[in-house]
T-cell receptor, first 117, second 113 residues
Framework: GPKVLQIPSHQIIDMGQMVTLNCDPVSNHLYFYWYKQILGQQMEFLVNFYNGKVMEKSKLFKDQFSVERPDGSYFTLKIQPTALEDSAVYFC???????????????FGSGTRLTVL | GDSVIQMQGQVTLSENDFLFINCTYSTTGYPTLFWYVQYSGEGPQLLLQVTTANNKGSSRGFEATYDKGTTSFHLQKTSVQEIDSAVYYCAMRDRTGNYKYVFGAGTRLKVIA
């Protein structure tokens, strides 16, 4: 089936550094999401993105977070600067657009495990 | 606010046992309900979804009924196999303008051969 690719699968950085998580969504999908999952806890919504704009974000999407998809390439999540509490698995997801609204089925990547030391 | 509750953190069964994973939801809207499954090392993938109240969804032997009366969407399977070992997430998405998904905490199923 359709695949969402996330690169890298694991990243270790020092607190205060910048990190960029990359997501290659399903090719004809136009609506994108980031979710955060701390080990052993539930997956929580961070942000969704469409047509070059953030459509909705949660309280977890701090000012240090930003997303973009320059020139239709990777959909990225950038954290600058990172904090210890940013350690988690970050899942990217994408969906089709149908009649101007995001389709109901989400396709998830395998996640990027971010470890902030 | 909207919420999805999965009370069972972990379920351990033997092969061919009956599976029941509890899920209840709370919303003032009109949601579509989903079950996603996450195998080890992978992202969640859609298992089944139901849009209309009182309907049942099924896939790969799993089934769930959208019960608006009890606001529940429990997942069942008659006979589980070791390959069903995974984390199962119940989720909902409102269909009336708010497109944000709400996921439950997940239930880890371990099936022993």
């Amino acid at each position: 089936g359709p695949k969402v690719l996330q690169i890298p699968s694991h990243q270790i950085i020092d607190m205060g550094q910048m990190v960029t998580l990359n997501c290659d969504p399903v090719s004809n999908h136009l609506y994108f999401y980031w979710y955060k999952q701390i080990l052993g806890q539930q997956m929580e919504f961070l942000v969704n993105f469409y047509n070059g704009k953030v459509m909705e974000k949660s309280k977890l999407f701090k000012d240090q977070f930003s997303v973009e998809r320059p020139d239709g390439s990777y959909f990225t999540l950038k954290i600058q600067p990172t904090a210890l509490e940013d350690s988690a698995v970050y899942f990217c997801a994408s969906s089709l657009i149908a009649w101007g609204v995001p389709a109901e089925t989400l396709y998830f990547g395998s996640g990027t495990r971010l470890t902030v030391l | 606010g909207d919420s999805v509750i999965q009370m069972q953190g972990q379920v351990t069964l033997s092969e061919n046992d009956f599976l029941f994973i509890n899920c209840t939801y709370s919303t003032t809207g009109y949601p579509t309900l989903f079950w996603y499954v996450q195998y080890s090392g992978e992202g969640p993938q859609l298992l089944l979804q139901v849009t209309t109240a009182n309907n049942k969804g099924s896939s790969r032997g799993f089934e769930a009924t959208y019960d608006k009366g009890t606001t529940s969407f429990h997942l069942q399977k008659t006979s589980v196999q070791e390959i069903d070992s995974a984390v199962y997430y119940c989720a909902m998405r409102d269909r009336t303008g708010n497109y944000k998904y709400v996921f439950g905490a997940g239930t880890r199923l371990k099936v022993i051969a």
